[in-house]
T-cell receptor, first 109, second 112 residues
Framework: RKEVEQDPGPFNVPEGATVAFNCTYS??????FFWYRQDCRKEPKLLMS???SGNEDGRFTAQLNRASQYISLLIRDSKLSDSATYLC??????????FGGGTRLMVKP | ETGVTQSPTHLIKTRGQQVTLRCSSQ?????VSWYQQALGQGPQFIFQ???????GRGNFPPRFSGLQFPNYSSELNVNALELDDSALYLC???????????FGSGTQLSVL
């Protein structure tokens, strides 16, 4: 079983749609959680940290459920520029990150 | 721009050769981590260096080795290259106590 699992997609959605990605992790001792965005063969960039209380940054909302070991990302009012791969990331300790395989999003006009 | 620079950007090697990849960390960052990203997969943690010592390692064989220098820059060395070593190699720097990592734009290694 992979340590961090994501649906690889692709998710093909029209502009303006709402789309949700999910991720599960296997190590209950994981300390912190993130969503990263990666454009084709470029470096990953931090999108947002994820907290149990939920957090929102503009059109993006992230949620952590520690009991279920489940992380989610919601994107509202999708833009063409949101097309990318979204990586679910878990930090067990010391910034040695474990990445999921990524979920590919394609937003179409 | 993150301030983390990697060189070279692209590299082609043949099986059995050795390769050295370089990374300059962002100013003020004392920790450097290396990741391998194969096509279609997420990055995999190789190892991390802090104050010139390896302080964490992922599931990679000993032919993957590294160094960190007093100025916190770092090298990743891979011996006896295999076809499966073809990947994007990412360097990330961070500062003690901070969770945010800053990634370089990577080195694309192709092993033929």
């Amino acid at each position: 079983r992979k340590e961090v699992e994501q649906d690889p997609g692709p998710f093909n959605v029209p502009e303006g749609a709402t789309v949700a990605f999910n991720c599960t992790y296997s190590n209950s001792a994981s300390q912190s959680f993130f969503w990263y965005r990666q454009d084709c063969r470029k470096e990953p960039k931090l999108l947002m940290s994820v907290y149990s209380s939920g957090n929102e940054d503009g059109r993006f909302t992230a949620q952590l459920n520690r009991a279920s070991q489940y992380i989610s990302l919601l994107i509202r009012d999708s833009k063409l520029s949101d097309s990318a791969t979204y990586l679910c990331v878990v930090n067990l300790s010391g910034n040695m990150l474990t990445f999921g395989g990524g979920t590919r999003l394609m937003v179409k006009p | 721009e993150t301030g983390v620079t990697q060189s070279p950007t692209h590299l082609i090697k043949t099986r059995g050769q050795q390769v050295t990849l370089r990374c300059s960390s962002q100013s003020g960052h004392n920790t450097v981590s290396w990741y391998q990203q194969a096509l279609g997969q997420g990055p995999q943690f190789i190892f991390q260096y802090y104050r010139e010592e390896e302080n964490g390692r992922g599931n990679f064989p000993p032919r993957f080795s590294g160094l960190q220098f007093p100025n916190y820059s770092s090298e990743l060395n891979v011996n006896a290259l295999e076809l499966d070593d073809s990947a994007l190699y990412l360097c990330a720097s961070s500062s003690t106590g901070e969770e945010k990592l800053f990634f370089g734009s990577g080195t694309q290694l192709s092993v033929l």
